[in-house]
């Protein structure tokens, strides 16, 4: 295929937008909490003056000279930014947003749609017949090239369950960021108060990272779809799904500081933010591919999938159509399956992995523990994740712009000829990526 000019400068421009300061505090942090980031060089004395001034309760580093404030009020924030806005110290200002998990909470019946790996003698994983898209996004015939193994993907999320039997062998040891910004998860199960602290105590991130890289051939289970990539979760959420800037913000740069070298980011909201921003930037900026939900409100791409450079993926069902939750617009890179919305006759969702212990998805939503459904754009990411993931094992100097290029290139064009705006470039097409080979995409083909 031959990439027009249009296409290669926005796939090939990178997150180098400037933060602007936010001048007002939407609903979204009614709280009191918002993020402040200092210029460089700004003495500890000058930082405490301005904390005292605008009677800070709390604060707590991000990185980047960026810390999480917690003021008494909304109101009080509100004026705490609009100041801010005109201090030569403070580069911004901005409401510390609260972000949502990107995927569905309903389930849909059986039966699924199966097909038979095992008989191919690829894996004698006993439930990968249930996983429909491994086949559909063409991963089973990629992994004839690669499986993943040396590649470091960062899941930042809800957590993982650090025991599960299909994902333990893969797994770095988790980053809680939650405990690092000083909370507790705190959930109420059968048994009473469980804490959830270094462990998922949503399901959410243990069902991601089980569609990345859940252990291949191990007579159990299910497969990732890069099967032999090493997994960093980084926890960013509360059980009940719950996530805020300043968080995520840390967990980005601490996954890139752990060696991540790629990033899936299943959360998002309508709101820009400067932190988020830079925080991506620093990823980019140390050659980290970042991978992001593009939402679940049938609406414009979320922040921050919606920023330059990312990689943002909306979702099919297994019928060729987009997923009625899916988020679209001009951002959009990519699609791949997620799964359809129950109810809707869209067809099935995603099956992977699930906590081994009670958690908020079993309890709440009635889910099963080991290993479940859910459908979403967050189920869509993974996959792209894990598709980078392989192509980095092959060739690991492929920058994030190259990437990006690169799957946009492979991608089998659905919707509209070309790029349009529910289906971005097309539907991810794992073996088609790999054998464009090294050109980047810029050749015809």
Known sequence: MKLAAPFLVALLATACQTALPVATVPSAAADGGMVVRYLPGTPAAARDAIR???????TQAIGLDAERWTLASAEAAGLAISDLAHDQRVRFAQPNFHRSLN??????????PTFSLQQAGLTNDPDIGLQWHLKRAR?????ATTTGKGVIVAVIDSGCDPNHPDLKANLLPLIDEVVAMNNHDLFSTSAGPENFDNRDGHGH???VCGIVGAVRGNGIGVSGAAPDVKILPVKVTTSSGDADDATISKGILDAVDNGAQVINLSIGGPEPSPILLDALNYAFNKNV?????SGNDSREVNYPAAYNGVISVGAITDKDKVASYSSHGQNLVIVAPGGGAPGHGEGEPIYSTTPTYQCYISIAERKTTNYGKLAGTSMAAPQVTAAAALMLSVEPGLTPAQMRT????GAQD???PGFDEYYGYGELDMAKAIAIGRDDGRASK
């Open 414 to 416: 659905l919707g509209d």
């Open 52 to 58: 005292l001034a605008h009677n800070v309760g709390a």
């Open 205 to 207: 991130g243990t069902h």
């Open 139 to 143: 991963f089973t015939d990629a992994w």
């Open 103 to 112: 995927y569905d909470h309903s389930e849909a019946a059986p039966p699924f």
């Open 406 to 409: 690169r799957l946009a290139a």
């Open 289 to 293: 591919v970042v991978v992001i939900a």
